[in-house]
């Protein structure tokens, strides 16, 4: 919201950059939290005691293959590419996304009971 209010204001942007990046904003896909489900790769994993090896080809095969059933598909604008416990957050500019996991949605990084930022 901050950063569409401020639009106006801006004096390096000519109108038709400022309505791209409008736009753009408005577009912006929030992940928050987690991945709504797990991907279908692991779906039925087989995981075996008897060959770490085994289990790393496995692994190795299954994601490759998830990853080329994927091509001609629409891309997924909720499809994480990390675990939700962890402490990191990213914007992704191909899919206009942005990922909060709920690891770093804890202190220190952010609380309830945090002042709330000031506003000028």
Do not use: C
Request: avoid cysteine; charge should be neutral; aromatic fraction near 12%.
């Amino acid at each position: 919201e901050a950063f569409i209010s401020n639009l106006g204001d801006v004096t390096w942007m000519d109108n038709a950059t400022k309505q791209a990046a409008l736009v753009k904003a408005n577009a912006i896909e929030f992940n928050i939290g987690g991945a709504a489900s797990a991907p279908p790769i692991l779906d039925n994993y087989p995981v075996s005691p008897a060959s770490y090896f085994d289990n790393s080809m496995l692994a190795y095969h299954r994601k490759l293959v998830y990853r080329l059933s994927k091509v001609d598909k629409p891309v997924d604008r909720k499809e994480w590419s990390m675990r939700a416990s962890t402490v990191n957050a990213y914007y992704d500019n191909g899919l206009n996304a942005i990922f909060i996991p709920a690891g770093i949605m804890q202190p220190p990084f952010f609380s309830d009971k945090f002042p709330m930022a000031q506003v000028r």
